[in-house]
Each structure stands twice: as structure tokens, then as C-alpha cells.
């Protein structure tokens, strides 16, 4: 089966723009989760939809903020932004089960200068 | 706090040789453990996963893990490296009460040949 697809795969963006990013997660998988890899950060998580709702939410300002629609597909956005939120950003896909494993698509480098 | 700390940043080790990744968690309650692998630019492949049981795990390309309770650790290792398995490695622990994973900082492994 096919496995996550986030995209676009790179974007460049310019500060105070926004950006609308896409995972589509695993067919069957209700969950997607979303995580923003810095170098100097690591991993951390944005927030997680499961059946078209926000079932959970990080530390991160409102310009960053996400959906899921009936196929599960999910999209997140970023507005206003800034060069700080220059980064890799992951989608998790998993059937939403606590016990079981996440998968995750290849993420979407962005660049804000 | 959940937390997960992965004490080596960055190790050197020459092909054959034996691997071992460090990991210590702080979780109050069961943790669900994992090992995910990332490759330049790509996004994060499972390596193993525990959830219960023996303690002793086998994942994926020749790695396993030991979850040990009394040591709040989950080591990583591998009995001969190969050249392929230079990338960086991240540790994580299932936060169940908040349905998010917990990440470490990550290892890089440079192997030698």
C-alpha cells in the first residue's frame, strides 16, 4: 500500500507570507500527526487530527494551524511567517490507536528568507 | 515531564564494529518505546518498537533493543555496522495521556570503512 505523501517537497517562502502544506496519510489511517525538525530543536509536535478533529495540540503559536477532511487527508498552515519557522516538517500517519506505530512521509523542507 | 534523553550526539564507528545507541526516558507510566532512523533528507523509518513483553526487541536491517525499567533506558544496538547505516537515529516515547511522541535529540553515526 501506498505510504505518506506530503507535499510539495520544498518551498520557499518569504517572511510574512503564509503557506499551506499537505500529507496524505496511509489509506485505512485515521490519524495525522505534524512535527517540525530543527536542528536545534529536534522533533517537536505541532498537533494531531483524527477523524477531522484536533484531538491534540503542542506548544506552538495560533499562525500555525492545521484541518483534516473526510478522507483523512490533512493540511497544515503556517501564517505570517517568520525565519525562525525555517524547517523540516514531518506528517505522522497511524490508524490512531494508542499501542500502535506511526509512519511518516519524507516531510516538507521549508525556507523562509 | 515526559522526556527523552539521548546522551551521545554524534558517534564514529568503523564498519564491522559493534553499535550501541544510548537512550534513557522519563515516562511515569508503561512507555511505548521507539527506535526511527532518519537519512539525509529523508523522512523517519521505523526501526523497532516496544509496547510490552520481552523486554528484548528485534527490529529491522539487523538493530535490536533492550527496554530496561529499573534504568529507565532503551539501548540501541547493532552487532556489526555497515556503511549504510550512517544517519541519524532518534529515540521516542509514546506520551499515551497526550497522544504525542516524545523525542529525543538524535545520534549521528558516521561509519568508517
Known amino acids: 500500500k501506498a505510504g505518506v505523501t506530503q507535499t510539495p517537497r520544498y518551498l520557499i517562502k518569504t517572511r510574512g507570507q503564509q503557506v499551506t502544506l499537505s500529507c496524505s496519510p496511509i489509506s485505512g489511517h485515521r490519524s495525522v500527526s505534524w512535527y517540525q525538525q530543527t536542528p536545534g530543536q529536534g522533533l517537536q509536535f505541532l498537533f494531531e487530527?483524527?477523524?477531522?478533529?484536533?484531538?491534540n495540540k503542542g506548544n506552538f503559536p495560533g499562525r500555525f494551524s492545521g484541518r483534516q477532511f473526510s478522507n483523512s487527508r490533512s493540511e497544515m498552515n503556517v501564517s505570517t511567517l517568520e525565519l525562525g519557522d525555517s524547517a523540516l516538517y514531518l506528517c505522522?500517519?497511524?490508524?490512531?490507536?494508542?499501542?500502535?506505530?506511526?509512519?511518516f512521509g519524507q516531510g516538507t523542507r521549508l525556507t523562509v528568507v | 515531564a515526559q522526556s527523552v534523553t539521548q546522551p551521545d550526539i554524534h558517534i564514529t564507528v568503523s564498519e564491522g564494529a559493534s553499535l550501541e545507541l544510548r537512550c534513557n526516558y522519563s515516562?511515569?507510566?508503561?512507555?511505548?518505546l521507539f527506535w526511527y532512523v532518519q537519512s539525509p533528507g529523508q523522512g523517519l523509518q521505523l526501526l523497532l518498537k516496544?509496547?510490552?513483553?520481552d523486554t528484548l526487541v528485534q527490529g529491522i536491517k539487523g538493530f535490536e533493543a533492550e527496554f530496561k525499567r529499573s534504568q529507565s533506558s532503551f539501548n540501541l544496538r547493532k552487532p556489526s555496522v555497515h556503511w549504510s547505516d550512517a544517519a541519524e537515529y532518534f529515540c521516542?516515547?509514546?506520551?499515551?495521556?497526550?497522544?504525542?511522541?516524545?523525542w529525543g535529540l538524535g545520534t549521528s553515526l558516521a561509519v568508517n570503512p
Open positions: 521516542a516515547v509514546f506520551a499515551g495521556n497526550n497522544r504525542k511522541l516524545i
Open positions: 515516562y511515569g507510566a508503561t512507555p511505548y
Open positions: 505522522a500517519s497511524s490508524s490512531g490507536q494508542i499501542n500502535t506505530e506511526a509512519f
Open positions: 487530527y483524527f477523524s477531522e478533529t484536533q484531538r
Open positions: 516496544y509496547f510490552s513483553g
